[in-house]
């Protein structure tokens, strides 16, 4: 159904007006001041984001799922065989997985290319390199060998993924970010779910080449297929979006209008430098990188550890691929349903600071307990504390900083410190120390409750900067100086805007 010209209100005033929040939803852009002539029927935007998010989540939670898939399925196929077969010793399997996050931490500026390239072009860059990289792993027939892939396989991908949360926000308000960064970040849970089944699908089975050597080609095939989907179906704007019809961009152009100040066109193509050098001087820009370095200490041990951890506990190598799938569906559900929550309380703090908490008993029990059944039990309180963390932290970074560049700047510095975690967590699980890992265990649970009390202080820090810009806006409201939509100040922490708790 065609929209009507009228659903963009116009009036002739042209001073800005404080708008009286009509929402349950908790929105912080509620606050800000409007323009009459930027006004859009609710129903109305309601039915553009559903467009929006039908055309654009799915694909992006496809392309992360395949990522994961080949970021963690080295995993399986050391289950599968893969060690044995290369004569790989412990060391040299450590060492696949640290050599992965490296280039995840030299080449993280590139999170801001989404902002200075076409967004259809770099994803099809990216996945199509880190594609070829994964499939090529079935070809090695050394460790250096695996050792070349696997770089190359993490150079794409760090040129994508943590970039996705940021090019969300061009196409999302900041009350509506949280749940679709919940839904992109499940995409992990679920392609490890995937991994558990189809990996027990192929170790199960006698193929021609190696189980491990397959298990490659099955799943970095897809990727290659994907670069090209992603090419003709992702949207580099809203306002520009081949989806949409013209009335229905003229209310993304207002929305964006509504946001920053810009129409979405102009907000690709360049980025602010002096804006991103400015974004490092705030300590708020700086809490979240040491969260995610925590989480990602387990974030990233889990998924290739757990199928060896459940071997260890007794299970064949076959049960122990389809026993790790079930903790990460929950995983899942968790990831999606925090995230909701999150957004319709604006209360972003407190749910990390209890998913912290639940993900630190897990690993807890994990080192301290030798039942089976209960160390299990334990695998699903890490696993859904753990990834449900890092789908709130992405979030509520990019919420409380003003600008376009300033929030390309926080990613970056998110994952540029907070991918050097993955170099610890993929080291304190050598196999001289199953079955029960107590050390890296234990580590885990200590980042878990670390990552707790830094949630807690930013947002007792964010609590005390909204008192002091409510003070400022009263005196503006006293002065008449409020900032006009469209002005940096609008955007940049200027009159109305509030911290995301």
């Not at 007006?17 to 800000?32: E, F, T």
């Not at 694909?59 to 790989?88: C, E, H, P, T, W």
């Not at 993924?161 to 009350?175: E, T, V």
């Not at 409020?482 to 109305?496: I, L, T």
Request: hydrophobic letters at 45%; proline letters at 5%; one cysteine or more.
């Amino acid at each position: 159904m065609r929209l009507k010209m009228d659903d963009v209100q116009k009036i002739t005033s042209t001073e800005p007006q404080m708008v009286a929040s009509s929402r349950v939803d908790g929105s912080v852009d509620h606050l800000r001041p409007t323009s009459p002539e930027l006004h859009i029927d609710p129903i109305v935007e309601r039915r553009v984001v559903r467009k929006i998010d039908l055309h654009l989540i799915p694909l992006v939670m496809s392309l992360y799922l395949v990522a994961f898939l080949d970021r963690s399925n080295i995993g399986n196929a050391q289950v599968a065989g893969m060690g044995k077969d290369l004569g790989l010793s412990d060391d040299q399997y450590q060492w696949l997985l640290t050599i992965f996050y490296i280039p995840y931490i030299v080449f993280e500026w590139a999170a801001l290319m989404w902002k200075a390239v076409p967004p259809h072009w770099w994803a099809f860059a990216c996945v199509l390199v880190w594609g070829i990289a994964s499939t090529l792993q079935a070809t090695a027939y050394n460790w250096s060998g695996l050792l070349a892939s696997r770089f190359f396989l993490a150079t794409a991908e760090a040129a994508f993924a943590p970039g996705i949360p940021y090019l969300l926000s061009f196409f999302y308000k900041r009350n509506e970010l949280g749940l679709r960064c919940g839904f992109y970040v499940s995409a992990a849970p679920l392609a490890t779910t995937f991994a558990g089944a189809l990996a027990y699908g192929i170790t199960s089975g006698h193929p021609a080449i190696a189980n491990w050597r397959l298990l490659f080609i099955v799943e970095g095939i897809p990727s290659v297929l994907l670069a090209f989907v992603a090419f003709k179906y992702m949207p580099d704007s809203a306002d520009t979006a081949h989806f949409l019809n013209e009335e229905e961009k003229r209310i993304a152009k207002t929305r964006a209008l509504q946001q920053t100040g810009s129409e979405g066109t102009a907000r690709i193509g360049h980025v602010d430098l002096k804006e991103s050098f400015h974004a490092l001087k705030d300590i708020k820009t700086w809490i979240p990188p040491l969260m995610y370095f925590s989480c990602n200490v387990s974030f990233s041990s889990l998924p290739v550890f757990l199928p060896f951890i459940l071997q260890n506990l007794g299970f064949t190598a076959v049960n122990a691929q389809g026993l790790s799938a079930p903790p990460y569906f929950v995983a899942f559900i968790v990831c999606v349903t925090t995230t909701w929550i999150a957004d319709r309380t604006q209360q972003r703090g407190a749910v990390i600071v209890a998913l912290s908490l639940v993900g630190g008993i897990g690993y807890i029990v994990l080192a301290t307990c030798e039942g089976v059944g209960v160390r299990y039990f334990a695998v699903f309180l890490a696993a859904a504390g753990v990834f449900s963390c890092i789908a709130n932290i992405l979030p509520w970074t990019i919420n409380n900083q003003g600008s376009d560049s300033k929030r390309g700047a926080g990613i970056a510095l998110l994952n540029i410190i907070g991918q050097a975690g993955p170099l610890l967590g993929t080291r304190i699980f050598p196999e001289h120390e199953k079955p029960y890992f107590i050390k890296g265990m234990s580590i885990c649970a200590a980042f878990m409750f670390f990552n707790a009390l830094l949630a807690l202080t930013l947002r007792l820090y964010l609590a005390w900067e909204n008192r002091t810009f409510e003070k400022r806006d009263a005196e503006s409201r006293r002065d008449g100086c409020m900032a006009k939509p469209g002005s940096r100040e609008f955007e940049d922490e200027g009159y109305g805007f509030r911290n995301v708790l």
